[in-house]
């Protein structure tokens, strides 16, 4: 557990317009992305059987919450997603969406090997997003526009917020500067990942970071884990912003074009995953059965947090903490709900 404690720290809202605000925000932003991208708003669920492959496994070294079900046979396993990365592209295919349509859901998940600190919660809540484009979309410039799309509807929100709320907006940049994780390890070589990422993001204040999951030149080591089975590592990355008040990166969406069935095959082989191809959704992709789409997942929480200026994500959602976090929070004027 780690936690930063801004200095002077006080709130300018109170529980209860934070809660106002907070609806204002979830509710005008999924608008505005469903317009940008042409998504439409459909249901997802909560769990999934896990001999699907449907679950997300993050870095392959988090725990899902899993259960059994009176009514299922005693061997089947039921997981609290991580996140609907593959369900998504499955359901274009399911629900008939045509070529340059897709969809939104609300997400919310259960990651109980998360590191808890002022940005990370055991409750994920965010907008699962995902789009089907034609094959030769599958470049750098489809990933660069939509980013600006989506970047435009944080703006969007933003303006109208302060319009609202003028002493409790944060305000970001007017641009995302766009790098790749290869271009950043070679302008800081000595730095560590995430130091790198907090000195770009001081530098830039909005940022994409580019072709996340492979291994880097000059480390061998990827910048950081990415499943192998969702987005393509040559075609995905993170938007993050510099965020003044706790003077640290925070990271709101990690989104990419999604594997082809020969990305799909390398990459499994490079994360010695092989034995995945045998599941069903790994298998329909292959068959060439599924869209070729762009998708990923923006953070409602985080975008809150972030547009409000607030010092924990505990402050614009309800889960649990640490006693000795919640002590800390009170002893400092941030209100966690």
């Given at each position: 557990m780690t936690l930063i404690i801004p200095q002077n720290y006080q709130p300018t809202l109170t529980i209860r317009d934070t809660e106002a605000a907070i609806v204002f925000i979830r509710e005008r932003f999924q608008v505005l992305l469903g317009?940008?991208?042409n998504?439409?708003?459909?249901?997802?669920?909560?769990?999934?059987?896990?001999?699907?492959?449907?679950?997300?496994n993050l870095n392959g070294?988090?725990?899902p919450v899993d259960f059994d079900v009176k009514a299922f046979p005693k061997d089947d396993t039921i997981e609290i997603v991580h996140s609907l990365a593959k369900w998504k592209r499955l359901a274009l295919k399911k629900y008939h969406f045509g070529m340059h349509e897709g969809l939104y859901t609300n997400m919310n998940a259960i990651r109980r090997d998360e590191d808890l600190d002022n940005f990370h919660s055991i409750y994920v809540d965010q907008w699962d997003w995902e789009k089907i484009i034609a094959e030769d979309e599958r470049t750098i410039t489809t990933l660069t526009e939509t980013v600006a799309?989506?970047?435009?509807?944080?703006k969007q929100v933003e303006t109208e917020c302060a319009?609202?709320?003028?002493?409790?907006?944060?305000?970001?940049p007017d641009d995302v500067f766009f790098i790749t994780t290869q271009e950043l390890e070679d302008r800081w070589p000595d730095l560590s990942p995430e130091e790198r990422e907090n000195k770009i993001a001081e530098q830039k204040k909005a940022v994409f970071l580019m072709k996340i999951g492979d291994n880097l030149a000059r480390s061998s080591k990827p910048h950081d884990g990415r499943a192998p089975d969702y987005?393509?590592?040559q075609l995905n990355g993170d938007l993050i912003f510099w965020y003044e008040p706790l003077k640290q990166k925070l990271e709101i969406s990690s989104m990419g074009i999604r594997v082809s069935p020969q990305s799909l095959h390398k990459q499994l082989i490079q994360a010695n995953c092989l034995a995945r191809e045998q599941l069903n959704f790994h298998q329909m992709l292959l068959n060439g059965e599924l869209p070729f789409t762009i998708g990923g997942g923006i953070g409602q929480s985080r975008l809150c947090m972030l547009l409000l200026g607030k010092a924990h994500i505990g402050e614009v959602q309800a889960s649990i903490w640490p006693k000795e976090m919640l002590e800390k929070c009170q002893a400092h004027n941030i209100q966690i709900l």
């Open positions: 317009q940008k991208l998504l439409q708003r459909m249901s997802a669920p909560l769990f999934v059987e896990k001999n699907t492959g449907l679950n997300d070294i988090e725990r799309q989506i970047f435009s509807a944080i319009a609202r709320y003028p002493a409790s907006t944060y305000h970001l987005d393509d590592w």
